[in-house]
Nanobody, 128 residues
Framework: EVQLVESGGGLVQAGGSLRLSCKAS????????IGWFRQAPGKEREGVSC??????????WYTDSVKGRFTISSDNAKNTMYLQMNSLKPEDTAVYYC???????????????????WGQGTEVTVSS
């Protein structure tokens, strides 16, 4: 069964940190780009970050609002991708979903509607 399972969400104060994990199973992790979307209450889904280690060198992308604060990484041996989130802000509050795609580039935010492999989501709440 093709599956992505997120973990690591929670409640944190502004300025704090969380590390989200996304563990993949049922498909060849190395062959895919993996990344994150988030959806805040009442807002549209937003592409956050992605990583692609399948092309010989690692390629990453971040949305502007998280650059310098979030770091995406992957451990192919563990079929797991991580999102280290530092200096969290209340506007980072959302449900975070990981997803798999063929590519990781600046088109990631627009790719969401085409993606078929999604996790169930993990909730991040940042209090002010």
């Amino acid at each position: 069964e093709v599956q992505l399972v997120e973990s690591g969400g929670g409640l944190v104060q502004a300025g704090g940190s969380l590390r989200l994990s996304c563990k993949a199973s049922g498909f060849t992790f190395d062959d895919y780009a993996i990344g994150w979307f988030r959806q805040a209450p009442g807002k549209e889904r937003e592409g956050v970050s992605c990583i692609d280690s399948s092309v010989g060198s690692t390629r990453t992308w971040y949305t502007d609002s998280v650059k310098g604060r979030f770091t995406i990484s992957s451990d192919n041996a563990k079929n797991t991708m991580y999102l280290q989130m530092n200096s969290l802000k209340p506007e980072d509050t959302a449900v975070y979903y990981c997803a798999a795609d063929e590519f990781c580039n600046n088109a990631w935010p627009r790719r969401g509607k085409f993606l078929e492999i999604w996790g169930q989501g993990t909730e991040v709440t940042v209090s002010s």
